[in-house]
């Protein structure tokens, strides 16, 4: 009889358990798919049943932080935020939408649908493993890896950018309750007033406009707070000494407080 007190056979012993019980966690997902009655040629469009989404979650919190630990995060630069949304608008917003949440027509269309990626199910991975998982994609989902597309400053631009995102879809879902408004309201509100008031004869938004004043698409990125992007509208010069930029008084609060939520969204 070999003894297990020696080391050699201790690690070998752990290396047999390991081995067993991966071999058991993958005849129970056998079993679980097969019950939910899962096939290789059943609809990509169709809904992940619960077994699966179980399953498919369990799996991926087992072995992603095991792949990503030892990852380290470098510091990154002041611009990085910048970078990391034209990467992830480039790369990323055809499937996962501008603002994160994944309502768009391919991301619907993928089995499983793509994340809410400023949900908590989302921003609750680190951000070391937020970078595994851009770097390798998730396979049997539409995540490809991004590795020979990005390289790794890029990749975390991109984490830094989803945690912003995250941020700014929780603040404007907390002033569109506030207000009493829906999303879609504010966006119309802030829409009209920004044609009738010509904002656009003087600044830039999406990629339209004139280059007088500072380009709006990328308002939300200054970190001003809403109250402070009010008093602006209101007396400009009073809050950017030698601003040019015309008062905006007669605005409704709620003209107001729709262009600074609508201004203030990643886009």
Known sequence: MVSLDRPANIARARRYGKSAGLLLALLVC????GSAGFVMTGRSDASP???????????RKAFI?????????????????????????????????????????IGRAMYP?????AADASQQWKDRELFWIIRNGIRLTGMPAWRES???????????????LADQNRERARRANASGHTDGDLVRIATETIDQEDCLGCHMLNGEGASVGPDLTTEWMRGRSDDWLIEHFKNPPHMTPGSIMPRFEHLSD?????????LQQPR
Do not use: M
């Not at 649908?113 to 990626?117: G, M, S």
């Open 30 to 33: 056998a079993a679980a798919f």
């Open 49 to 59: 049943t619960r077994a699966e989404f179980i399953l498919a979650r369990a799996a």
């Open 65 to 105: 932080p095991i792949r990503a630990r030892g990852i380290s995060q470098p510091q990154l630069s002041a611009g990085s935020l910048v970078e990391g949304r034209h990467v992830y608008v480039q790369s990323c917003s055809i499937c996962h939408g501008a603002d994160g949440r994944g309502n768009t027509g």
């Open 113 to 117: 649908p793509v994340p809410d990626l």
């Open 150 to 164: 990005l390289n790794e400053e890029q990749t975390w631009t991109v984490v830094a950018y989803l945690r912003k």
């Open 254 to 262: 709620e003209q107001l407080r729709a262009l600074v939520a609508f």
